[in-house]
């Protein structure tokens, strides 16, 4: 079984819809979550990071943990189709260096204008 | 924007070829990472390092080899190449302090062994 299981889509949504990507995790050390955000042929970039439960807001983005569940979200309001890319959920159980990231496959999400 | 690079975008190289990706990064940056990541599925850890002369392998087994002479440069090397190496390999740092949170990527090397 996987550490962190995240459904690869593809997810595809109108222009300005609410956008929800969800992972599960199985191991209850994680701390530290994280979204990344990787457009075709790019690397993954940093869109958030949050430390154990509770929201984060980031202008259009929220990102939610519920430790208890095992359960992250992501929340994009006012999708753009510039938001169109494959987002990765991340986790690590310490911020210490010798801390190392999982990551999730990555959900498609295509954002029609 | 991140700067860290990654050269070659994309190789397509025969069987038995020794190969080498290069990663570079201008931020002063002390830890580096490759990771492995194919289609539809996570990235996989494969080398890591935490300064000059030091390099560590990641959770997952790989034939590549990785050195660190200088800070700012982290070359994967392959001694010879085969087809369940293709691949795309992503090159990471992070900012010295922050532990592995904020991890800056390049913009990938694809691999096709023939």
């Known amino acids: 079984q996987k550490e962190v299981e995240q459904d690869p889509g593809p997810l595809s949504v109108p222009e300005g819809a609410i956008v929800s990507l969800n992972c599960t995790y199985s191991n209850s050390a994680f701390q530290y979550f994280m979204w990344y955000r990787q457009y075709s042929r790019k690397g993954p970039e940093l869109l958030m990071y949050t430390y154990s439960s509770g929201n984060k807001e980031d202008g259009r983005f929220t990102a939610q943990v519920d430790k208890s569940s095992k359960y992250i979200s992501l929340f994009i309001r006012d999708s753009q189709p510039s938001d169109s890319a494959t987002y990765l959920c991340a986790m690590s159980k310490s911020y210490s260096s010798a801390s190392k990231i999982i990551f999730g496959s990555g959900t498609r999400l295509s954002i029609r204008p | 924007e991140a700067d860290i690079y990654q050269t070659p975008r994309y190789l397509v190289i025969g069987t038995g070829k020794k190969i080498t990706l290069e990663c570079s990064q201008t931020m002063g940056h002390d830890k580096m990472y490759w990771y492995q990541q194919d289609p539809g599925m996570e990235l996989h850890l494969i080398h890591y390092?935490?300064?000059?002369?030091?390099?560590e392998k990641g959770d997952l087994s790989s034939e590549s080899t990785v050195s660190r002479i200088r800070t700012e440069h982290f070359p994967l090397t392959l001694e010879s190449a085969r087809p369940s190496h293709t691949s795309q390999y992503l090159c990471a740092s992070s900012e010295p302090g922050t532990g592995e949170e904020t991890q800056y990527f390049g913009p990938g090397t694809r691999l096709l062994v023939l």
């Open positions: 390092s935490y300064g000059v002369n030091s390099t």
